[in-house]
């Protein structure tokens, strides 16, 4: 069998090689849309256990729920400090 270490490297080597992409190519848009469209497609992953039931399955959800983090994570501190009152951003 698959060692679980597999599946679990999966969602570090996205956020690794993913975040400074997504971050550089998604810089124009606000990070309120980001931070939605990235807690979507977090929380569809689990669907794909509807139709694939296996390891395969596993596997793919765990990339499609690092994609999503890709996406929200680094802009979730963004946006917390620009609705912040002023002077009170910790």
């Known amino acids: 069998g698959v ?3 597999i599946i679990y490297s999966i969602n570090p080597l996205v956020i690794i090689l993913g975040v400074p992409a997504v971050t550089a190519l998604t810089s124009r848009i606000d990070s309120y849309s980001i931070i939605l469209c990235g807690s979507y ?3 569809l992953s689990p669907c794909v256990f509807a139709i694939l039931d296996n390891l395969f399955g596993a596997g793919l959800f765990v990339f499609i ?5 890709t996406l929200w994570s680094p802009r979730f501190l963004d946006y917390q400090v620009s609705v912040s009152p002023e002077g009170r951003e910790a």
């Open 41 to 43: 497609i977090s929380a």
């Open 65 to 69: 729920l690092s994609i999503g983090e």
């Open 3 to 5: 060692a679980k270490g």
